[in-house]
């Protein structure tokens, strides 16, 4: 039975913990080292570096050693730190070094897990001390989870060994004693267990202690071994197997963990993802954050009876993120604490509740629908709040100047309705002499004018007159008849005078003469810059200087001008501003004066009478050219009864009425008798086209048009009979109509009148038109009265100029459709730039790239020629040195030096020294020449990098170009800035294939020196082969010749011993024939004379022989010695040559080396 009971328990604790929506609850456990054993490190192994022995106790007092060699990981003796995984195998394990006393484990797994369980199995002699560390920061801190030792008081002094009662407190666990210490070993740590005493929720446990993001397990004590005879025992650490036993950590919020997809080899293999499948409207890795839009409360780790659920905030469907706000929690009461972000809708507030500026709530929607915020009817240039509207009564809050319930009109007496002014309306600045009244147009502020005066504020005489100063009136011009061009004159009084006249009236003598100009005028002495058209008085010659000028000759600028003679320009200059702007008034108003109707009184009927005379002459026109049947002419008489009567009407208005006011009602009875005349009209026609018809010649044509007309006519009186009942009805009808009319129009008459009364002062059409339509007008103007000109600018008006303040939807629409079509233009101009500008960045990277190739293989072509002809010149230099010491020998043989002499004599060189010196001049030219690949590839890549980032550029502003079409209210603002950006762009766009045109060339024109440098080089190289050849067989030569002289230098070495020896031997002859000489004088003619004079006479003879033997050959050396000796110097004269070009090769080897050099350089 308890046995059942405790099963019932687990499995109510399990369901609690997989169950989220009770309180807490955790993932299911796995080992966390599954598929992580790349993360898993040891700081030792054994036999990583080579083979180490180990030998361990075996059966009772003996021992075994076996090798460890972790060289290959997958190999028998290897013991690697990956072996203790589970899955590892059996008879695996790893194995630290010998007698290294402290050994770090450390897993690193680089997210948040929970622990549960640790599990160590020792292989050998168990660790006498080990401390288990986790770290939360991946490593960078430790803590100590857990202590170990077999003896805590002397492994770890002062950290307890009895259990913890609070969770800050850690201790040591003292390992039970063991009787084999090769007997495997396991340990346990469990971070729960470890408070089991704690009185504390268990989720609180594992919010404090289970967490890690990386664990470490430090060896720091060996253990005991036991001592044997012979051989001791190896002292190490090995662990069989380690498990970590977790899950990841979602602090109570999730109740499984997510597979995640890994790009690597072991993603199969793990076993546990950090991923939490978040409940409870978490989010993260580890769930630990509220969701985007459940925010309002603090986030919170679940507990057993608590989810702490996050939850929603209040957006009013407004938002989809929100962020918690500790103040506003407080605030609240700790009810609520969250900020919406990112309102949509056009809401705002903490919580979306309230209207964006310039938007209103919807009364005829909630606040948690879309549709909940209107935009506000409120001018933007009229509120003081940028158009904003009070929140709950929807009023606008208006500028000091300005009135209506939009605030989008000035109030009496002001103008110019602008964001930019703070009180909304600039005051109007009428003329006192030329305005009726203060009051001027509230959208242009015009003035009104009194007679001969015009401009805005009336300060302007009118043409024809000029306003004298201190003057309140304008005066007329006077100009002399006979002396001027006409009666007019400028607003200073000047008239237009005819050649040889001058002054203000032309009474005078031209400008800048004086005198009577009946008896002659003089030159003023005045400087023409600066005085007036006149230049000087026209009696006493005295300078009259211009605005802005003074001095006696008017040559310096005047106080309030700028200093700048002759320009002395005025500092603010508003009068052209302002007399241009009359003249356009002007003009206006002498455009638009015939458009509308006189006042009653001169004479007119308005805008009725004519029509009302047109339309009874058209009657009468009808009447009296055909004959009518008495239907139609009825209908015609009552016509013109009732134009008769509508006259009367009119007429009775006029003397009623003092302006002339437009009656909507009587329009509509115009339009009815105008659809009358309409309809008599057509039958006109058709009666006078068979009248036509019938006076055509043709007979057939006229039988045919009096068949129809009969036709026609019987037709028409059956009609007419069977009309008869209908016009009776009518009749009938008629009679009704006239009894309601009577009893119905005299209020009718009377709400008319008073309706034409109103008309006539309101509604003022003026400021609608300046909105609508850009009118320049400043009259008023009414549906009854609207006097000065056409109340909107004529077609065919020049649009508004860049630069000009553009006024009115109409005017703003046309010149932004212009703006439109223009930057369209320069918008597909610049595509087209931008297609070349690419093709041209293309191309200037692919040249570039070539010539990088050429002065690559060119660099490792003059390298390789460098080092043939430095071989070749030291080879030369070689034989030449050989060469000169064999000559300079005494001891050569003259038959060999005559050998060498005759192959020098006979040996062709490839090409003569002329030639050579020709082309070593060439390439030494052609180096010189060679442009510098350094600096034009290290210029080229930044140009390229440059037009790159310009070509993208300009794509983007394109692209921002394009995107402006949709921004409507900011399309005007967006024009101007695209049209400078694109200006901008394109004078930048333009430089950059300027600048790529320029490169294009400096690479074209290296690439084209390249190629003949290449093929100069490699005339020289073929040049230079053939000499080789001719230097070897030169180099046998001499060595050939140095072994021979050698030779001769031995033979002549024993010639000089048996020369000596023949010497010695002939002094001997000598003296024997001396001897013999005086035994022969002595003896006289004894019997041995004949033998010994014979002797004598064959000795005499053969020494006579030698002597000429030796002299002859005396005679051929001395002939050889003179041929040698020339030779010789010939030779000495070409070495010197020789060195010479040696010289010149030395040159052109340090110019190709240097430009080696710089073209390794620069291809880096």
């Known amino acids: 039975m308890r046995i059942l009971l405790l099963l019932a328990a687990v499995a109510a604790v399990s369901q609690a913990q997989t169950d989220c929506s009770r309180g807490a609850c955790y993932p299911p456990s796995n080992d966390l080292l599954l598929g992580r054993a790349h993360q898993l490190r040891a700081s030792s192994t054994c036999g990583l570096t080579g083979s180490e022995v180990y030998c361990t106790p075996y059966q009772q007092r003996r021992m075994k050693c076996c090798p460890c060699d972790s060289r290959n990981p997958n190999g028998q003796l290897a013991h690697t730190v990956q072996d203790v995984l589970s899955t590892a195998g059996p008879d695996r394990w790893w194995q630290s070094k010998k007698e290294v006393n402290a050994v770090t484990l450390q897993l690193d797994l680089n997210n948040l897990f929970q622990l549960d369980r640790l599990t160590l199995n020792f292989k050998g002699p168990r660790p006498s001390a080990l401390i288990i560390e986790r770290t939360l920061d991946n490593g960078r801190t430790w803590e100590p989870a857990l202590y170990i030792a077999a003896d805590c008081q002397k492994a770890f002094p002062g950290v307890p060994t009895s259990t913890p009662l609070t969770m800050d407190q850690t201790y040591c666990y003292t390992l039970p004693p063991t009787g084999n210490p090769y007997q495997d070993q396991i340990i346990q740590f469990s971070p729960l267990r470890q408070y089991a005493y704690v009185p504390v929720p268990n989720s609180q446990k594992i919010e404090d202690v289970t967490g890690l993001t990386g664990l470490r397990v430090r060896l720091a004590e060996l253990g005991d071994v036991p001592r044997l005879p012979g051989r001791a025992l190896s002292r190490f650490y090995a662990l069989k197997e380690m498990r970590v036993i977790g899950s990841c950590m979602c602090h109570g919020h999730a109740n499984r963990c997510l597979p995640e997809a890994y790009n690597n080899a072991q993603s199969n293999s793990i076993q546990v993802n950090p991923q939490c499948d978040c409940q409870h409207n978490t989010a993260g890795v580890n769930c630990e954050r509220c969701a985007d839009l459940y925010n309002d409360l603090p986030w919170r780790p679940a507990e057993e009876s608590n989810t702490h659920t996050c939850k929603r905030c209040e957006c009013n469907n407004h938002a989809q993120r929100c962020h918690f706000d500790e103040e506003v929690y407080k605030a609240s009461g700790s009810r609520s604490g969250g900020v919406c972000e990112g309102c949509m809708h056009h809401t705002t507030g903490p919580k979306c509740d309230q209207c964006a500026p310039g938007y209103q709530p919807n009364p005829r929607s909630r606040m948690d629908r879309p549709d909940a915020c209107i935009r506000c009817s409120c001018s933007a240039e009229g509120t003081v709040n940028e158009g904003r509207c009070d929140d709950s009564s929807g009023s606008c809050q208006c500028k000091v100047n300005v009135e209506g319930p939009r605030c989008d009109r000035c109030k009496r007496g002001y103008y110019g309705l602008s964001a930019s002014n703070p009180l909304g309306c600039s005051k109007c600045s009428c003329s006192p002499d030329g305005s009726l009244s203060g009051v001027c147009d509230p959208v242009t502020g015009q003035c009104p004018c009194r007679s001969h005066f015009h401009g805005l504020t009336c300060e302007v005489c009118a043409k024809g007159y000029w306003k004298p100063f201190q003057s309140g009136r304008c005066e007329p011009c006077n100009c002399d008849p006979t002396r001027s061009l006409s009666d007019t004159c400028d607003q200073t009084g000047q008239c237009q005078c005819r050649p040889g006249f001058g002054g203000q009236k032309c009474t005078e003598c031209p400008d800048n003469t004086y005198g009577d100009p009946l008896i002659g005028c003089r030159r ?153 005349l309409d309809s008599l009209r057509v039958q006109y026609n058709a009666k006078k086209d068979a009248m036509t018809n019938s006076i055509n010649p043709n007979n057939a044509g006229a039988f045919s048009a009096i068949k129809n007309a009969y036709d026609e006519s019987t037709d028409a009186a059956k009609k007419v009979k069977a009309s008869g009942k209908t016009v009776k009805e009518s009749a009938d009808v008629r009679e009704e109509t006239k009894d309601l009319q009577n009893r119905v129009q005299p209020a009718n008459t009377k709400d008319l009148d008073n309706l034409n009364q109103n008309m006539a002062s309101k509604p003022n059409l003026t400021p609608v038109a300046k909105q609508v339509c850009g009118s320049v007008r400043s009259e008023p103007c009414t549906p009854l009265q609207c006097e000065g000109g056409d ?374």
């Open 524 to 676: 003023c002495l005045c400087d023409a810059e600066g005085t007036l058209p006149e230049v000087c008085d026209k009696q006493t010659g005295a300078c009259l200087c211009r605005q802005g000028v003074t001095g006696a000759r008017c040559d310096s600028c005047n106080r309030g001008h700028c200093d700048s003679f002759p320009a002395c320009e005025t500092c603010p200059s508003c009068y052209f501003t302002l007399d241009a702007q009359r003249q356009n008034l002007s003009l206006a108003l002498e455009r638009l004066s015939p458009s509308f109707p006189s006042r009653p009184g001169n004479g007119g009927l308005g805008n009725f009478g004519p029509r009302i005379l047109t339309l009874e002459t058209n009657l009468n026109l009808i009447r009296n050219s055909i004959s009518l049947p008495p239907s139609t002419a009825r209908q015609i008489d009552d016509a013109l009864s009732q134009l008769d009567k509508l006259r009367d009407q009119v007429d009775k208005v006029n003397d009623d009425l003092s302006p002339l006011k437009r009656t909507p009602g009587l329009d509509s009875e115009l339009d009815k008798l105008q659809g009358l």
């Open 791 to 1164: 109340l909107c600018p004529p077609e065919g008006t020049p649009p508004c100029e860049k630069g000009e303040r553009c006024v009115g939807a109409l005017p703003l629409s046309k010149r932004a459709n212009a703006d439109a079509q223009d930057v369209k233009n320069r918008l597909d101009k610049l595509t087209g730039k931008i297609t070349d500008a690419a093709e041209k960045l293309q191309k200037t990277q692919e040249t570039t790239n070539q010539v990088r190739q050429s002065s690559e293989k060119l660099s490792n072509k003059m390298k390789k020629t460098r080092d043939e002809l430095e071989d070749d010149l030291k080879e030369t230099r070689d034989v030449v040195k050989e060469l000169k010491d064999f000559l300079s020998d005494p001891s050569s043989n003259l038959a060999h030096i005559q050998e060498v002499s005759d192959w020098i004599l006979k040996a062709k060189l490839p090409l003569n020294l002329a030639t050579l010196k020709r082309k070593l001049e060439d390439l030494k030219n052609l180096a010189a020449n060679l442009p510098d690949s350094k600096a034009v590839l290290n210029e080229a890549e930044p140009q390229l990098d440059a037009a790159r980032k310009l070509l993208q550029k300009a794509q983007d502003t394109r692209d921002t170009a394009l995107g402006v079409k949709a921004d409507v209210d900011g399309l005007l603002a967006g024009f101007g800035a695209v049209e400078g950006s694109l200006s901008d762009l394109e004078d930048r766009l333009q430089d950059s294939m300027d600048l790529m045109d320029t490169l294009n060339d400096n690479l074209t024109k290296a690439k084209d020196q390249l190629s003949p440098a290449e093929k100069t080089l490699d005339d020289v190289s073929t040049l230079m082969k053939p000499m080789k050849p001719q230097l070897d067989e030169l180099k046998d030569l001499l060595q050939r010749g140095g072994q021979q002289a050698q030779e001769a230098q031995d033979n002549a070495d024993k010639a000089e011993d048996e020369a000596a020896d023949a010497n010695e031997d002939l002094l001997s002859l000598q003296k024997q024939l001396d001897r013999l000489k005086d035994k022969a004088a002595t003896s006289g003619s004894g019997g041995e004379a004949g033998p010994v004079g014979d002797r004598l006479a064959k000795l005499r003879q053969d020494a006579g022989a030698l002597a000429n033997t030796t002299e002859n050959m005396m005679k051929s050396l001395e002939g050889k010695a003179d041929s040698l000796r020339s030779l010789q110097g010939e030779i000495l004269q070409k070495s010197s040559k020789l060195e010479g070009l040696d010289a010149k090769l030395k040159d052109l080897l340090a110019k190709l080396r240097k430009k080696a050099h710089d073209l390794t350089v620069c291809q880096g």
